[in-house]
């Protein structure tokens, strides 16, 4: 028997996201987080939702597993707004 090892995006294809369009629950500060030397939110994120594009660090909440990983690793105070999402939105773990 072997296990397959499976990639982030098939992991997270497992989960099933309830995204609230007008109320992001993590706001970024672009500004910050361009001055920030260590940039750690690109490594710890589990879902791999912080990424660099064009010199920018961007996050694409909609896929958030709502760890928290994010705020306590940030050094810059970068991300401005961290809350759980409202009632009937966020991150619903699904298994196989």
């Known amino acids: 028997m072997s296990i397959k090892k499976l990639s982030t995006d098939e992991l997270l294809g497992i989960n099933k ?3 609230d369009e007008d109320n992001p629950h993590i706001v970024i ?12 939110c690109l ?6 939702l912080y ?4 010199d920018n660090i961007t996050f694409d909440y909609a896929g958030c597993l709502e760890c928290g990983t994010c705020r306590t ?3 810059a105070e970068g991300i401005t707004k961290w809350a759980y999402p409202k009632g009937t939105f966020g991150v619903e773990f699904r298994y196989g």
């Open 17 to 19: 996201f309830f995204v």
């Open 29 to 40: 500060d672009k500004d910050k987080c361009s001055d920030c030397k260590e940039k750690a």
């Open 43 to 48: 490594y710890v994120c589990p879902a791999g």
């Open 51 to 54: 990424t660099i594009k064009n």
């Open 73 to 75: 690793v940030c050094t």
